[in-house]
């Protein structure tokens, strides 16, 4: 008899103590994800912006899975000089076609190109050129700067001017830069220095601010008279490592990434009272028991 109600007991325990845990993985999934090692949403993915470089009338651009134009994802361009947000997509290959304003999904893309978009890495797919020469470059970008630098890299996409030589304070980046073409990053001080662009025809200049830890991309457009410049920010940055590229969401800082710690201590505390509570119920029966001499 005993032994039954004891049973009945631990029973009982072993059911109040897996309620507590079964609540929070209810509540909060992605605690239940991080407890069992399962991979998060973005573990598969990296991201794509597009950078409107060609004078002239914008197109669309829509971007699909390499073979499966069915389902194709349209971006909007607002003109030359334009640049959209990163866009999260699954890894894989993928085709960038480009079709003017109107024209069927369907239609012959007026220019298009295929690349591979890998796992944690960004991608910059510019069109670049004139309305009859333009073309698309695809360039992969980096995220995080060294310690104490700032990256910086510069795009010609001035089509009346071959070539431009750039500098951002005492630091030349490209020498004789072709149109169509792009610098590699490169490791300067942050600060608010002046970038200067130079070519037979043209000149300009305008000052910009660095932060610590970002990364830039340094345009040169043409303007109504000369040159433009335009400072894309890549990557705002920060003192610690990213765990990700941009636009990765809440990631550690998202309401409620605190359950997967306060389950192990809620299931230990609810357990501990619990058979506490087990030990006094079999004292007092024991008291009970006991014959009197």
């Known amino acids: 008899m005993r032994l039954g109600r004891r049973l009945v007991l631990l029973t009982a325990v072993t059911t109040l103590l897996g309620g507590p845990v079964a609540a929070i993985a209810a509540i909060s999934p992605a605690a239940s994800a991080a407890t069992t090692?399962?991979?998060?949403?973005?573990?598969?993915?990296?991201w794509v912006r597009c950078a409107d470089l060609s004078p002239g009338t914008p197109e669309n651009v829509y971007l699909y899975p390499f073979g499966n134009p069915q389902h194709p994802i349209m971006l909007?361009?607002?003109?030359?000089?334009?640049?959209?947000?990163?866009?999260?997509?699954?890894?894989?290959?993928?085709?960038?076609?480009?079709?003017?304003?109107?024209?069927?999904?369907?239609?012959?893309?007026?220019v298009s190109t295929s690349f591979m978009v890998s796992v944690g890495s960004n991608y910059t797919v510019a069109s670049i050129g004139t309305a009859t020469t333009r073309r698309l470059k695809v360039l992969q970008d980096q995220m995080t700067a060294p310690r104490g630098h700032v990256l910086v890299r510069v795009i010609q996409a001035s089509s009346k001017q071959p070539q431009v030589t750039v500098s951002v304070?005492?630091?030349?980046?490209?020498?004789?830069?072709?149109?169509?073409?792009?610098?590699?990053?490169q490791a300067?001080?942050?600060?608010?220095?002046?970038?200067?662009?130079?070519?037979?025809?043209?000149?300009?200049?305008?000052?910009?601010?660095?932060?610590?830890?970002?990364?830039?991309?340094?345009?040169v457009l043409d303007a109504a008279s000369g040159l433009k410049i335009d400072n894309v920010t890549d990557a705002a940055g920060?003192?610690?490592?990213?765990?990700?590229?941009?636009a990765t969401g809440l990631g550690g800082t998202a309401p409620g990434g605190a359950a997967p710690y306060l389950a192990p201590?809620?299931?230990?505390?609810?357990?501990?009272?619990?058979?506490?509570?087990?030990?006094?119920?079999?004292?007092r029966r024991s008291r009970r028991t006991v014959p009197r001499p």
């Open 76 to 110: 909007m361009h607002e003109g030359y000089g334009s640049v959209t947000e990163y866009m999260p997509v699954a890894a894989g290959q993928y085709t960038l076609a480009m079709r003017p304003p109107g024209a069927s999904s369907s239609s012959p893309p007026s």
């Open 188 to 219: 300067i001080k942050p600060g608010s220095p002046t970038v200067t662009f130079s070519a037979p025809g043209g000149h300009a200049a305008m000052p910009v601010t660095l932060a610590e830890g970002s990364v830039h991309t340094i345009v």
């Open 169 to 185: 304070g005492s630091d030349v980046l490209a020498r004789q830069l072709a149109f169509g073409s792009a610098s590699q990053y």
């Open 265 to 283: 201590w809620l299931a230990t505390l609810v357990g501990g009272l619990l058979l506490a509570a087990v030990g006094v119920f079999g004292l």
């Open 37 to 46: 090692g399962a991979p998060s949403a973005a573990a598969n993915q990296g």
């Open 238 to 246: 920060s003192m610690d490592t990213p765990m990700g590229g941009a």
